[in-house]
């Protein structure tokens, strides 16, 4: 996990601070945007190696958000993303609707740091160019 640059996308300050603190302390440099048009503009000008996506978020939501991300990838030619969905429903309606948005992985919230860790540490496989 150490050096990674991870964009989280979360719009409650709480989780905010939460998932900051796991990156950290795992070694990880962190991008924070509070709503989904941040999201888009940081994937594109930061470069993470991964995104960690709120689903519901004011002005744009993380479902349009990642679409946005798919389709500026396929545009500019860039390689696949992982992005891995923060959502409070484990719902399969609400995992399906976070998969066909184009979301690699669904972490329901709220979540225990190890299962965080684990789904960084397996982020190089999320990405199914």
């Given at each position: 996990?150490?050096?990674?640059?991870?964009?989280?996308?979360?719009?409650?300050?709480?989780?905010?601070?939460?998932?900051?603190?796991?990156?950290?302390?795992?070694?990880?440099?962190?991008?924070?945007a509070v709503d989904g048009r941040e999201?888009?503009?940081?994937?594109?000008?930061?470069?993470?190696?991964?995104?960690?996506?709120?689903?519901?978020?004011?002005?744009?939501?993380?479902?349009?958000?990642?679409?946005?991300?798919?389709?500026?990838?396929?545009?500019?030619?860039?390689?696949?993303?992982?992005?891995?969905?923060?959502?409070?429903?484990?719902?399969?309606?609400?995992?399906?609707?976070?998969?066909?948005?184009?979301?690699?992985?669904?972490l329901t919230k709220p979540?225990?740091?190890?299962?965080?860790?684990?789904?960084?540490?397996?982020?190089?496989?999320?990405?199914?160019?």
């Amino acid at each position: 996990l150490t050096r990674r640059r991870v964009l989280v996308a979360e719009d409650n300050p709480i989780n905010q601070a939460l998932v900051r603190r796991i990156l950290e302390r795992a070694g990880c440099e962190v991008l924070l945007a509070v709503d989904g048009r941040e999201a888009i503009a940081l994937a594109r000008t930061h470069e993470p190696d991964l995104v960690l996506m709120d689903c519901l978020m004011p002005e744009v939501d993380g479902f349009d958000a990642t679409r946005a991300i798919r389709a500026w990838e396929v545009d500019a030619g860039r390689a696949r993303l992982p992005i891995i969905a923060l959502t409070a429903s484990a719902f399969v309606d609400d995992v399906t609707r976070c998969l066909d948005a184009g979301m690699d992985e669904v972490l329901t919230k709220p979540f225990k740091p190890a299962q965080l860790e684990a789904l960084l540490n397996k982020a190089p496989a999320l990405s199914v160019a």
